[in-house]
Structure formats: structure tokens, C-alpha cells
């Protein structure tokens, strides 16, 4: 069974690409992601804010005299223990480099046009094979328009396109009001690969302490939908490559995935929850999937299950909806 896959211009040995999380956060995590097979790793995200913390608290430092660099640091609110600063940043990717075969992409997670964006020229210098640009925002003011919020992803694209030669991939919302326009002008607009889609951790209430208070749940196999059915609508329709994130977990999923139109499958929730010989039993089970059904590569699969493809490409709209809501058949039971 020959597993191969390329994303992104890269050449993977199979699809199973461990997605942006902590397990990349160490370089023996980064080893044991190759070693149990995964065919690339996206490194947990440098956030703009991070950058852009750094670089005020060094111009205090300077500006203000304060004892130390650290001290300066500490003027600046906590982001937590999840990341380390941009130089350890770039210092894991080199190493990484040297330590692994595998693909390495790197991951910038910011909104806005600035300063921040040189760094993904240094994430191209420290070594990286390509870079993922995750786009998480939530626009909450009601005076901004859908077009605006469109034209801000695209500019930090275009501002990231310009200053590195690696592939760039684009991580995004399903939430536009139209998706695969928005799809469609990212390619356009250089976006060598789209990775669908980012997951939005809703935060929760804590009645006890009248608090908001953040709240990671990790994903369950029914998330797979959203992305399945975007993968399956876009391929073949805008050109680029195609990641699929969010819900999967098992070598099923995976396949779906891969007829629907994706090159690779990102998985972090199976790995952290179960362990990172999941990558292994996913692969074994794909492959013998693959003999007992009759397909030699996973490329072969690639898109035959997509909306250009399959018999009734009607269920991807709207006459699904109609269906699914009248396949419904109550339980009697549970109407008196
Ligand atoms: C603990 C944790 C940390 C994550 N950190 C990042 C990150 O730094 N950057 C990013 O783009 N996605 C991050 N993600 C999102 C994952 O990369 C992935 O897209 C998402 O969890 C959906 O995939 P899954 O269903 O396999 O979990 C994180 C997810 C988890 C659970």
C-alpha cells in the first residue's frame, strides 16, 4: 500500500500530520511524533501577541532603565505557561531540523499587518520546510463588516507571502458568510494550502464566581463533519492543498478525509488523549483497510468521494438539510 501524500509541495510518507498542540513543544516530543510515523509535524503557534510582548518589554527595558530584561517582561500581562518565548521558538525548529527527517511547518498565529510578520521569515531561516498562518479572530464589533474582516485575513497573507519563499498554508474559521469565496480568494491570493478548520473553544461560565473562565474540550468524531463536507465542496474547485482538522481519530476518519479531497489529515486531540502510538494503529488499520477494499495509494483515493465525484452532489447543499430534518423518526415514547 503506498501511503504518500505531498502538501504543500512537500513529499510526506503518509497523511497523518501532527497537528499545531504541545506535542510539539519539546524536541523529544518532535522525535517520538517520527518515530511512531507521523508523515510531518506542525509546531504548536508563535502568537503575535507573544511577539509583540517581547518587543515592549525590551523597549521599557531600554527605554526605562529597569533592572533586568526579565523584570521588564513582567510589566506585561501573563500569557500563560503554553508557550515559550520567540527565540526558544525558532531555537526548537532549528534543532528540529537537525534532529528529524520529517517535514517540520511552522505556525504563526496572529490577526493583524505589523512587525510580527517578519517573524515568519526567521521560521523560514531557522529551517522550517513550510509555515501554517493561523487566522483566529473573532470579530465582536457590530460595526465591522464581513467584507472588512475578509480583507484583513487576505492582508496578512499577502504581507507573510511577501516576505518568505517557503509554502504558506492558511488556517481559518468556517465562519464567513461565504466560505468558499473566501476559500477561493486565499488561493488566489497565495496560499499554497488551506488547513479547515480552526476549532473555536467557547468560553464558559462559572456561576460560583460569576467568572467567564476559558474551557478546552478535546474534539469528538462528529466535528469531522464540518471540515468533511468543506473538503469535498472546495476540491478540485479552488487550488490548493487541502488539511483537514478538527475530530479526527481513527484510521476511518483518515480515509473519508482523503476521498474527500484532503492531502493530509492534522490530529491532535487522539494523540494527547490516547497517546501518540495512536499514529501507528491508525496507519496499520489504514493500510489494511486499503488491501481489503482494493485501493493501492492513498492518491488513488484522493477526492473520489468529493462533490465533483460522487453520484448525488445535491447532498452537500441544502437538499441534504431537508432530508436529514425528515429522516428523523420520533419516538413515541417520548411525544406523550
Ligand atoms: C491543547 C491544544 C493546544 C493547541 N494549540 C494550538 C496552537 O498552538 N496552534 C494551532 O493552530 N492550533 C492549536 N490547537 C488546535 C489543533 O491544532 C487542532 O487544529 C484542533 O485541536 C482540532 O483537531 P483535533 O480534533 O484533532 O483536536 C491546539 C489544540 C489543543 C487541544
Not at 532549528?94 to 517535514?103: C, F, G, L
Not at 488547513?195 to 478535546?218: K, S, T
Request: net charge negative.
Amino acid at each position: 500500500m503506498d501511503l504518500s501524500t505531498t502538501y504543500l509541495g512537500l513529499a510526506l510518507k503518509n497523511p497523518i500530520v501532527a497537528s499545531a498542540s504541545p506535542m510539539s513543544k519539546s524536541l523529544n516530543g518532535i522525535r517520538a511524533l517520527e518515530d511512531h510515523g507521523a508523515g510531518a509535524v506542525v509546531m504548536y503557534s508563535l502568537f503575535e501577541e507573544q511577539i509583540n510582548h517581547e518587543s515592549h518589554a525590551l523597549d521599557h527595558y531600554l527605554t526605562y532603565g529597569t533592572e533586568s530584561y526579565g523584570e521588564a517582561l513582567n510589566y506585561f500581562p501573563d500569557l500563560g505557561h503554553y508557550n515559550v518565548g520567540p527565540y526558544d521558538y525558532l531555537n526548537l525548529i532549528w534543532q528540529a531540523k537537525r534532529a528529524v527527517d520529517i517535514p517540520i511547518i511552522g505556525s504563526l498565529n496572529g490577526v493583524s499587518t505589523g512587525g510580527w510578520i517578519e517573524y515568519a521569515k526567521k521560521i523560514e531561516d531557522a529551517g522550517a520546510d513550510a509555515l501554517e498562518l493561523n487566522i483566529y479572530y473573532i470579530p465582536t464589533d457590530p460595526a465591522m463588516t464581513g467584507a472588512a474582516v475578509e480583507e484583513m485575513y487576505l492582508n496578512v497573507l499577502r504581507d507573510v507571502k511577501r516576505s518568505v519563499r517557503i509554502p504558506v498554508a492558511v488556517k481559518l474559521s468556517p465562519y464567513f458568510s461565504s466560505t468558499a469565496n473566501m476559500c477561493y480568494r486565499l488561493a488566489a491570493s497565495g496560499a499554497n494550502g488551506l488547513v479547515l478548520f480552526n476549532r473555536f473553544y467557547q468560553p464558559d461560565f462559572d456561576l460560583e464566581n460569576l467568572e467567564v473562565v476559558p474551557h478546552l474540550v478535546l474534539s469528538d468524531p462528529n466535528e469531522l463533519r464540518l471540515p468533511l463536507r468543506w473538503v469535498s465542496i472546495l476540491y478540485g474547485r479552488v487550488h490548493a492543498d487541502f488539511a483537514l482538522t478538527s475530530g479526527v481519530h481513527n484510521h476511518v476518519d483518515v480515509i473519508k478525509a482523503i476521498m474527500g479531497g484532503a492531502n493530509v489529515v492534522m490530529l491532535a486531540s487522539e494523540l494527547l488523549h490516547n497517546g501518540l502510538n495512536r499514529v501507528d494503529e491508525i496507519l496499520r488499520s489504514m493500510q489494511q483497510w486499503m488491501e481489503e477494499n482494493e485501493y493501492e495509494s492513498a492518491t488513488q483515493m484522493r477526492g473520489s468521494m468529493s462533490q465533483q465525484h460522487v453520484a448525488e452532489p445535491a447532498a452537500f447543499e441544502r437538499a441534504n438539510y431537508m432530508k436529514v430534518l425528515g429522516s428523523w423518526r420520533p419516538d413515541p415514547s417520548v411525544m406523550r
